[in-house]
């Protein structure tokens, strides 16, 4: 069992940097993904930023170069830097990992850019 637990949300300016985290708890083995996804009002949800277990990172084309998504020397806890932020930021957003082909999902954290 994995537990998920998201962090670091608020209110930020336009122009701006939040910094979320992903607490991840329980048994670790066998994760080989992790994910941050984002849903706004009325949209769907979808997928911000991922990370393989040998480093490899994707990105969704409306945060590149603004967004990283990294995690700590033991994956214990998963980031996602959000920099230059955008109204269009304004979503709640989720953390994701993937292990033995099951998915946990964290309660989400609120991320509202004001112009």
């Known amino acids: 069992q994995v537990q998920l637990v998201e962090s670091g949300g608020g209110l930020v300016q336009a122009g701006g940097s939040l910094r979320l985290s992903c607490a991840v708890s329980g048994s670790a083995f066998g994760i080989n993904a992790r994910a941050w996804y984002r849903q706004a009002p009325g949209k769907q949800r979808e997928l911000v930023a991922s990370?393989?277990?040998?480093?490899?990172?994707n990105y969704v084309d409306s945060v590149k170069g603004r967004f990283t998504i990294s995690r700590d020397s033991a994956k214990s806890t998963l980031y996602l830097q959000m920099n230059s932020v955008k109204p269009e930021d304004t979503a709640v957003y989720y953390c994701?990992?993937?292990?033995?082909?099951?998915?946990?999902w964290g309660q989400g954290t609120q991320v509202t850019v004001s112009s």
């Open positions: 990370i393989s277990a040998d480093g490899r990172t």
């Open positions: 994701k990992v993937v292990r033995l082909s099951h998915d946990y």
